[in-house]
């Protein structure tokens, strides 16, 4: 959500920055002055309502008078002219009822604003390398190495035509050793992130419309989500446990002492866009559903560019831990998600495919979170309160770790050697074929 008073003494900025969403490249100054002119209509709707309310009041205490004075002509003016204003007050009402509403529909569905030091591009082809958070050298084998559904499928281990039978497309059961590894997963994630400060959470997976606003997803990605209805109304499942998570400060003022507040879940995830596009149709890599383990922080302005840092390094550090080659990329602004201001992906090596592959995105949600939810902050020393700034990141997604394991850990016979890291969970040091 973005300040209107903000757009209001800062209109070209507001264009400019706006301008390097590639989606608004070109419209940018019409959204803008389209905003301007709703907001304008909203505050002439509320001045002529408050005007005509104070008259309402002054002409009704001039009734008495009137009357007390014996002057019945000009309390049937004043009586007139009190019926007169009460209907429009009326239609004040009405029109500042409708401004608003259609004024806070038009900023909803504004994209959060790209930070100055992001690439401008259009997709992910635009995306810039950080060359200094590369990891590992792409594993090479001497043997042509396979995709993770060919060594699952052929250890008996992944099935996706009985999932498909059950549930559909984008489906799959994992079964024995590959179901203990997705758990020894996000156990070990868990157990990481937990020691780098994380407080471990386990949230509701279903929530409510509010929530989704808070976090962007509505009203903008209300057809990707995937809804259920019960007797107290409509709640949608969780595309990512960001949701419940960072929902966690709506509508609280919190003790600056206690920020950056740092909270992780592991959870299921539900994505009905899943499918999108026809991209990835085997295997695992997308899914409808899917477990992550996710990362939230909520900080002061002065804290959140640090604390992004500290987040992607976190995630990052899963990866090392297991030996798993990857990369780490900032976002153009055509390939940031809506409340992004700023976005690290970290790709993964994937030898199946002979390419990285995207394992978490880290985000600087800025305060556009903060707005949309009333989550704010009190300054120690201020009477005054501050929006919060909100970051979430992959730490990391449970099952495209898994996809890595088994592609980067493979042997020539099909069988998969464990990470050293994961050797405790998992109780054995290979997966073979039974």
């Given at each position: 959500m973005h300040d209107l008073k903000l757009i209001r003494d800062n209109r070209d900025a507001f264009v400019a920055a706006l301008a390097r969403r590639p989606a608004y490249a070109e419209e940018a100054s019409q959204v803008v002055d389209a905003l301007l002119d709703l907001d304008s209509k909203w505050r002439g709707a509320k001045t002529a309502f408050e005007q005509h309310r104070a008259r309402q009041n002054e002409a009704s205490r001039a009734i008495g008078l009137a009357k007390k004075n014996k002057d019945e002509v000009g309390a049937k003016a004043l009586l007139d002219e009190v019926a007169n204003l009460k209907a429009a007050i009326q239609k004040d009402e009405i029109d500042a009822r409708d401004c608003e509403e259609a004024l806070k529909k038009a900023v909803s569905v504004l994209p959060n604003l790209p930070a100055d030091d992001v690439p401008f591009g259009a997709d992910e082809n635009d995306n810039v390398e950080v060359v200094a958070r590369r990891f590992g050298a792409a594993t090479?084998?001497?043997?042509?190495?396979?995709?993770?559904?060919?060594?699952?499928?052929?250890?008996?281990?992944?099935?996706?035509?009985?999932?498909?039978?059950?549930?559909?497309?984008?489906?799959?059961?994992?079964?024995?050793?590959?179901?203990?590894?997705?758990?020894?997963?996000?156990?070990?994630?868990?157990?990481?992130?937990?020691?780098?400060?994380?407080?471990?959470?386990?949230?509701?997976?279903?929530?409510?419309?509010?929530?989704?606003?808070?976090?962007?997803?509505?009203?903008?990605?209300?057809?990707?989500?995937?809804?259920?209805?019960?007797?107290?109304?409509?709640?949608?499942?969780?595309?990512?446990?960001?949701?419940?998570?960072?929902?966690?400060?709506?509508?609280?003022?919190?003790?600056?002492?206690?920020?950056?507040?740092?909270?992780?879940?592991?959870?299921?995830?539900?994505?009905?866009?899943?499918?999108?596009?026809?991209?990835?149709?085997?295997?695992?890599?997308?899914?409808?559903?899917?477990?992550?383990?996710?990362?939230?922080?909520?900080?002061?302005?002065?804290?959140?560019?640090?604390?992004?840092?500290?987040?992607?390094?976190?995630?990052?550090?899963?990866?090392?831990?297991?030996?798993?080659?990857?990369?780490?990329?900032?976002?153009?602004?055509?390939?940031?998600?809506?409340?992004?201001?700023?976005?690290?992906?970290?790709?993964?090596?994937?030898?199946?495919?002979?390419?990285?592959?995207e394992i978490s995105s880290c985000s600087n949600c800025g305060e556009f979170q903060g707005r949309r939810m009333n989550a704010r902050y009190r300054p120690k020393d201020s009477k005054n309160t501050r929006f919060v700034h909100t970051l979430n990141g992959s730490g990391l997604a449970v099952g495209r770790t898994l996809i890595a394991v088994l592609e980067n850990y493979q042997e020539a016979d099909g069988s998969i050697r464990i990470p050293d890291a994961l050797q405790p969970y998992m109780g054995m040091k290979k997966i073979e074929k039974v």
């Amino acid at each position: 959500m973005h300040d209107l008073k903000l757009i209001r003494d800062n209109r070209d900025a507001f264009v400019a920055a706006l301008a390097r969403r590639p989606a608004y490249a070109e419209e940018a100054s019409q959204v803008v002055d389209a905003l301007l002119d709703l907001d304008s209509k909203w505050r002439g709707a509320k001045t002529a309502f408050e005007q005509h309310r104070a008259r309402q009041n002054e002409a009704s205490r001039a009734i008495g008078l009137a009357k007390k004075n014996k002057d019945e002509v000009g309390a049937k003016a004043l009586l007139d002219e009190v019926a007169n204003l009460k209907a429009a007050i009326q239609k004040d009402e009405i029109d500042a009822r409708d401004c608003e509403e259609a004024l806070k529909k038009a900023v909803s569905v504004l994209p959060n604003l790209p930070a100055d030091d992001v690439p401008f591009g259009a997709d992910e082809n635009d995306n810039v390398e950080v060359v200094a958070r590369r990891f590992g050298a792409a594993t090479r084998f001497d043997f042509k190495p396979k995709e993770h559904f060919e060594l699952g499928e052929a250890l008996g281990l992944m099935d996706f035509e009985r999932a498909g039978k059950v549930s559909g497309a984008r489906f799959v059961y994992l079964k024995g050793a590959l179901a203990k590894l997705e758990r020894s997963l996000g156990a070990f994630m868990l157990d990481t992130q937990t020691a780098a400060g994380y407080t471990e959470i386990n949230p509701p997976l279903l929530v409510r419309d509010e929530a989704f606003f808070g976090t962007g997803q509505l009203p903008k990605f209300e057809e990707d989500l995937f809804w259920a209805s019960a007797g107290e109304g409509r709640f949608g499942l969780i595309p990512t446990a960001e949701v419940p998570l960072t929902n966690l400060v709506r509508e609280e003022i919190l003790d600056e002492a206690k920020l950056p507040m740092r909270v992780t879940a592991w959870t299921p995830c539900f994505r009905a866009e899943a499918g999108a596009a026809g991209r990835d149709t085997r295997g695992m890599i997308r899914q409808h559903q899917f477990s992550k383990v996710e990362l939230v922080s909520i900080t002061t302005p002065e804290q959140s560019l640090a604390e992004h840092e500290r987040m992607t390094d976190c995630a990052q550090n899963i990866l090392k831990l297991l030996g798993l080659p990857h990369r780490v990329v900032t976002l153009c602004s055509g390939d940031m998600g809506f409340g992004a201001q700023k976005t690290y992906d970290i790709e993964v090596w994937l030898p199946g495919q002979d390419r990285y592959r995207e394992i978490s995105s880290c985000s600087n949600c800025g305060e556009f979170q903060g707005r949309r939810m009333n989550a704010r902050y009190r300054p120690k020393d201020s009477k005054n309160t501050r929006f919060v700034h909100t970051l979430n990141g992959s730490g990391l997604a449970v099952g495209r770790t898994l996809i890595a394991v088994l592609e980067n850990y493979q042997e020539a016979d099909g069988s998969i050697r464990i990470p050293d890291a994961l050797q405790p969970y998992m109780g054995m040091k290979k997966i073979e074929k039974v």
